[in-house]
């Protein structure tokens, strides 16, 4: 069974702190995804990558960075977290161009 | 980048069949057109992907007209499990080897009524 897994459910920080989300996924796929969802708006594409190393901007990239060292795993990082990227998060994956995205059961992070 | 419109939100009863209906007026050449489901508190679940004319699985089928500038998503006989948000998807480059950006519109919540 496909699986991608997210490293919390539930995640509370401050305003300030480095934040990172940790996504895993165990189907060997080429095309990692980072959203945000918002009530209201959808879900909103973060970051994505399509091979180790490599990366693009999705529609809203401002105050994100992401990391893909290893084809599993696919990293979202808030250099400093900021009351308005209080959020659910998605990490989904992909075996190739306008496949079937495989989603994770979401991060909901609070910055106080 | 193409676009998506759906309506905010529809009601049906159980047994019918519902239509929930894509605009995408921009959407290009080599895009598909994909739908998901989203239950509360859960990622996003694929539905059913097509490019042009109609396309059925065991859950659903996808019409697209000849000018692709919309698409319906029909759910056949609904049950109130299938009470959730519903995503019309366009975009991913066919026979590209990166993928393309895919944009997500705001959804449409289907509430299935007794």
């Known amino acids: 069974d496909v699986k991608v897994t997210q490293s919390s459910r539930y995640l509370v920080k401050r305003t300030g702190e480095k934040v990172f989300l940790e996504c895993v996924q165990d189907?060997?796929?080429?095309?990692m995804f980072w959203y945000r969802q918002d009530p209201g708006l959808g879900l909103r594409l973060i970051y994505f990558?399509?091979?180790?190393?490599?990366?693009e901007k999705g529609d809203i990239p401002e105050g994100y960075s992401v990391s893909r060292e290893k084809k599993e795993r696919f990293s979202l990082i808030l250099e400093s977290a900021s009351t308005n990227q209080t959020s659910m998060y998605l990490c989904?994956?992909?075996?190739?161009?306008?496949?079937?995205?495989?989603f994770g059961p979401g991060t909901r992070l609070t910055v106080l | 980048l193409a676009k998506t419109t759906q309506p905010i939100s529809m009601d049906s009863y159980e047994g019918q069949e519902v239509n929930i209906t894509c605009s995408h007026n921009?959407?290009?050449?080599?895009?598909?057109i994909t739908w998901y489901q989203q239950f509360p508190s859960q990622g996003p679940r694929f539905i059913i992907q097509?490019?042009?004319t109609k396309v059925t699985n065991e859950v659903a089928s996808l019409f697209i007209p000849a000018d692709r500038k919309s698409s319906t998503l029909s759910l056949p006989r609904v049950s109130l499990s299938d009470t959730a948000m519903y995503y019309c998807?366009?975009?991913?480059?066919?026979?590209?080897?990166?993928?393309?950006?895919?944009?997500f519109g705001q959804g449409t919540t289907l509430q299935v009524k007794p």
């Open positions: 097509g490019y042009k």
């Open positions: 921009n959407i290009a050449t080599n895009d598909y």
């Open positions: 990558s399509y091979d180790v190393k490599m990366k």
């Open positions: 998807l366009v975009g991913g480059e066919e026979g590209s080897s990166n993928t393309g950006k895919l944009i």
């Open positions: 989904a994956s992909s075996s190739g161009s306008g496949n079937e995205q495989f």
């Open positions: 189907m060997d796929h080429e095309n």
